[in-house]
């Protein structure tokens, strides 16, 4: 079964400062998605980026971008120019997409992001 | 497009009476998803929907724990007898196709304390 770490529970960062947050994975496969979720105090789950993993570019969403290491089994989100509205739970998933398999988006635990005036 | 609908928002009950949640997915999305959040477990998926057919329930934790869909617009989880160990944001979520790139869209969930 796959699963997606999140090392770091928490993290801060400066109003206007970047900050990048970590995702590991372990898989078999070798086509999959991935996925960076937020969920802000109000329970919303919100999307914030996706990367497909037959693709090498890494996909940017304004000033949200993923660090993709296929290799690695990698895909942290770099968020830019950091604002107070960033400050949330950030979600790291996985979903398998080959023969077989369920097609199930399994989530990390999670890093809760402190955004500092 | 009013998003994924689910209620109620919150449901205070006692432990041994049955608790029924609500969704309606967005209209068109052929697959929809039943996940529960705790802070132990994070997200965790229970079961989920392709045109309206149950494809995996494994994560459905107990024979307490039963998911039907009678018709594209509505779905609906029920645990009974309910626990206080069930006690978790239960979260709704749609999406065009389970198979693609189509992201998950989430309700607003559902917050249930059972005592």
């Known amino acids: 079964a796959q699963t997606v770490t999140q090392s770091q529970p928490e993290m801060s960062v400066q109003e206007a400062e970047t900050v990048t947050l970590s995702c590991t994975y372990d898989t078999s496969e070798s086509d999959y998605y991935l996925f960076w979720y937020k969920q802000p105090p109000s329970r919303q789950m919100i999307l914030v980026i996706r990367?497909?993993?037959?693709?090498?570019q890494n996909a940017t969403e304004n000033r949200f971008s993923v660090n993709f290491q296929k290799a690695a089994k990698s895909f942290s989100l770099k968020i830019s120019d950091s604002q107070l509205g960033d400050a949330a739970m950030y979600f790291c998933a996985y979903r398998s997409t080959g023969p077989g398999s369920n097609y199930k988006l399994t989530f990390g635990k999670g890093t809760l992001l402190t955004v500092n005036p | 497009d009013a998003g994924v609908i689910q209620s109620p928002r919150h449901e205070v009950t006692e432990m041994g009476q049955e608790v029924t949640l609500r969704c309606k997915p967005i209209s068109g999305h052929n697959s929809l998803f039943w996940y529960r959040q705790t802070m132990m477990r994070g997200l965790e998926l229970l079961i989920y929907?392709?045109?309206?057919?149950?494809?995996?329930d494994s994560g459905m934790p107990e024979d307490r724990f039963s998911a039907k869909m009678p018709n594209a617009s509505f779905s609906t989880l029920k645990i009974q007898p309910s626990e206080p160990r069930d006690s978790a944001v239960y979260f709704c979520?749609?999406?065009?196709?389970?198979?693609?790139?189509?992201?998950?869209?989430f309700g607003n969930g559902t917050r249930l304390t059972v005592t």
């Open positions: 979520a749609s999406s065009l196709w389970a198979g693609d790139i189509s992201p998950l869209h």
């Open positions: 929907f392709n045109n309206n057919v149950p494809i995996d």
């Open positions: 990367q497909e993993a037959y693709k090498q």
